[in-house]
């Protein structure tokens, strides 16, 4: 611990180095499975357990707010409870342990981490359209951003995670190019400019979902089953009562027979409350069709004009993902079409070492 210290702190060292050296020299982590990650040493970095005072309660878990790429695919809802916030230091419960790191060592690291968020070379100062939005289609993996100077300029690519040999001890995954920035923006974003201006596509999909929504046969013969179930539950349960009174029935199997009979009833009336809920939001979209078609007239209207970050948030409203590969490019969305022809690449200039 006081060597890390050490190299980030007097000798300069990035956290990405201090992972590698950890790597390189197997160093075994704490559970002596698996690898160093530049996460855990920046964890490290910032817990002041090393500098005499573990505290208790720095996060608590809050709903997810911010939708990030697992999360859109899946449809954009956390299932639970995920997200942790940090708490104002004020309210952390301080319990004193014993020193590994003097509080200058410490307080040093802290000014220099503090520091690397402002001047970090890697930081994300400018936003891109397609951000969250990109994957490989060989691996799988999410693209970021990087960028090379030229002569003249910066120029900015997307790059796939799984190429980068640094990350794994194994080496790259995946082979696939680097992408330029503004080519690969340009073509996505005309593409659904593209789709925003076919009416017709659209009206045809907002009809046909509102036909489903109408003429939902398996919904109905669900809720009449659901019904028919609930009656019988709460005849039995009633004939259960009727016995017991009569002195026909003990009361050990009363009690022994009525919670499942409760359980069977309390089962259909949530299921029913759920066809109820998804019937209102069936009418809801009834009536926010109109609205949805004159969103979309007012949007291509302006479609021309928006900037990087109205086109983001009209690109994250419409793709659910874009898969790049070498030859083609797949855009996703939610707008249905006749399968588009594959869009030919431009080759990318090489990255400058």
């Known amino acids: 611990m006081r060597w890390v210290y050490e190299l980030y702190t007097a000798k300069?060292?990035?956290?990405?180095?201090?992972?590698?050296?950890?790597?390189?020299?197997?160093?075994?982590?704490?559970?002596e499975t698996g690898r160093w990650e530049r996460s855990t040493v920046w964890a490290m970095l910032r817990n002041p357990a090393y500098k005499g005072t573990a505290c208790f309660g720095k996060t608590r878990i809050a709903p997810r707010m911010r939708v990030t790429r697992p999360l859109r695919l899946r449809g954009g809802v956390a299932p639970r409870n995920s997200a942790n916030?940090?708490?104002?230091?004020?309210e952390w419960i301080?319990?004193?342990?014993?020193?590994?790191?003097?509080?200058?060592?410490?307080a040093l690291a802290n000014e220099l981490l503090e520091a690397n968020k402002k001047h970090a070379p890697r930081r994300t100062i400018t936003p891109s359209a397609l951000q969250g939005l990109l994957s490989c289609a060989k691996c799988g993996y999410?693209?970021?951003?990087?960028?090379?100077?030229?002569?003249?300029?910066?120029?900015h690519y997307y790059r796939c995670l799984g190429s980068d040999g640094w990350r794994r001890l194994g080496g790259p995954v995946c082979d696939s190019r680097p992408t330029r920035q503004d080519l690969l923006d340009e073509v996505v974003w005309k593409e659904i400019a593209r789709l925003l201006e076919d009416r017709q596509?659209?009206?045809?999909?907002?009809?046909?979902?509102?036909?489903?929504?109408?003429?939902?046969d398996p919904t109905q013969r669900r809720e009449e089953t659901l019904r028919r179930d609930l009656a019988r539950s709460r005849k039995s349960i009633e004939r259960l009562l009727t016995a017991y009174q009569e002195s026909l029935l003990s009361l050990e199997e009363l009690r022994s027979r009525m919670p499942d009979l409760r359980s069977r009833e309390q089962a259909c009336l949530s299921a029913l409350q759920a066809i109820e809920d998804q019937s209102q939001e069936q009418e809801v979209c009834l009536r926010l069709a109109e609205s949805v078609t004159s969103f979309l007239e007012r949007l291509r209207s302006s479609v021309g004009a928006l900037d990087i970050i109205e086109r983001q948030r009209v690109l994250r409203l419409l793709v659910k993902e874009v898969l790049v590969g070498d030859d083609k490019i797949v855009i996703r969305h939610s707008i249905p079409s006749h399968p588009p022809l594959p869009v030919e690449r431009r080759p990318a200039p090489p990255i400058a070492p």
């Not at 060292?13 to 982590?29: F, Y």
């Not at 916030?85 to 004020?90: C, G, K, Q, S």
């Not at 301080?94 to 410490?106: A, D, H, K, N, Y």
């Not at 596509?201 to 939902?216: C, P, T």
């Open 201 to 216: 596509l659209i009206e045809d999909e907002l009809e046909r979902r509102l036909k489903a929504a109408r003429n939902s």
């Open 142 to 155: 999410g693209l970021y951003r990087t960028s090379t100077r030229s002569s003249a300029r910066t120029i």
């Open 94 to 106: 301080e319990i004193p342990v014993p020193t590994i790191i003097s509080e200058e060592t410490f």
């Open 85 to 90: 916030h940090e708490l104002p230091r004020t």
């Open 12 to 31: 300069s060292h990035s956290i990405g180095a201090i992972t590698r050296l950890l790597n390189e020299r197997q160093i075994p982590t704490a559970k």
